[in-house]
């Protein structure tokens, strides 16, 4: 007798399957963060020492007793409010903002007026347009101390070209531009928007280029005068670049200081003294720098308040 075995087959185990891990979003944001902060990380640590640091340390200063002799001992002794009450107290710090608010007005007003003139003058074809442009530019490029010293020369009463050639056409010539009180600072002026003539012309003529020429094309066609294009076309277009020149000329013109020690070293009678002039007599020539940290940090919180407004304008304009 014969028995057949029947061999009951067994299902072979499955093999072995390998599932793809899912990315974890969370690790993937702190990634994608820490290489942004990696890209950003040394322009915030050059702002936090070349800027923050000295920022920080300008106001602490205003309010410490800083001698030339806390250069040696290190000793600097905290003096409450005396610094600020001693420069706000003294009559030569309002005449210093008052000579800054002017100087900064009648400079912005000429160098914008008359870099928007030659601007406009300039988008026209005739022969020399490039060489005449170039040429223009040659007082931005001259260092200011040197435009400075030259001007000196050019307005000196006695000697100066400027009265010699007023003398030969019978306009007077012994003019003390920069002698007399009454006309120092109005000089001074003068020579700063002549500086400052060639970067209002450089931004305002770029911004220019930028305007669609169909638009003109079609105001010629309405009949638009002249003066009604400029002032419908025109400005309108051109307000982000006029705004962006204004307030890099407003940073640059607050502050400045070379320029005035070139010429009338803020005289005659401190009537060119401002309060870049007036930071720089307390601290390297008075050797009182609280007094000299005090006004620049009035110069600073002046900057800053004009910062302010100028980022809430933009942003009210862009919304």
């Known amino acids: 007798m014969s028995t057949t075995t029947a061999s009951a087959t067994v299902p ?98 000429g160098q914008f007026g008359i870099g928007l003139a030659l601007a406009v003058f300039f988008t026209k074809r005739f022969p020399l347009n490039g060489v005449l442009r170039s040429l223009i530019l040659l007082p931005w490029l001259v260092p200011m101390v040197v435009s400075g010293i030259v001007w000196r020369r050019i307005l000196d009463q006695d000697t100066g070209v400027l009265n010699s050639f007023l003398d030969t056409f019978g306009l007077g010539g012994a003019t003390p ?22 970067f209002n012309l450089v931004i305002l003529y770029g911004g220019l280029q930028e305007v669609p020429k169909e638009l003109y094309e079609a105001a010629s066609l309405d009949g ?15 307000k982000p670049v006029i705004t962006v020149v204004l307030v890099l000329g407003f940073m640059s013109t607050v502050k400045i200081l070379d320029l005035i020690l070139a010429l009338t070293d803020g005289g005659p009678a401190d009537s060119t003294q401002t309060l870049g002039t007036l930071t720089y007599q307390n601290s390297f020539v008075q050797l009182d720098f609280g007094a000299g940290a005090v006004v620049g940090n009035v110069l600073i919180l002046i900057s800053a308040v004009f910062a302010v407004f100028y980022l809430r304008a933009n942003r009210a304009e862009g919304k």
């Open 12 to 109: 072979a185990a499955d093999a072995p399957t390998t599932t793809a891990k899912k990315p974890d979003p969370a690790r993937a944001r702190r990634r994608r963060r820490l290489s942004q902060w990696g890209f950003i990380a040394p322009a915030v640590i050059f702002m936090l020492l070349f800027f923050g640091y000295p920022l920080v340390r300008n106001v602490l200063m205003s309010f410490q007793d800083y001698s030339p002799s806390t250069f040696f001992d290190g000793k600097a002794p905290f003096n409450g409010t005396d610094n600020w009450s001693k420069v706000f107290q003294d009559d030569l710090f309002g005449k210093a903002l008052w000579h800054t608010v002017v100087f900064t007005v009648g400079s912005l007003i």
């Open 177 to 198: 531009w920069l002698t007399s009180p009454g006309m120092a600072l109005f000089s001074v002026i003068l020579v700063n928007i002549w500086i400052g003539i060639p």
């Open 224 to 238: 638009a005068s002249a003066w009604r294009t400029f002032r419908s076309i025109t400005l309108p277009l051109l």
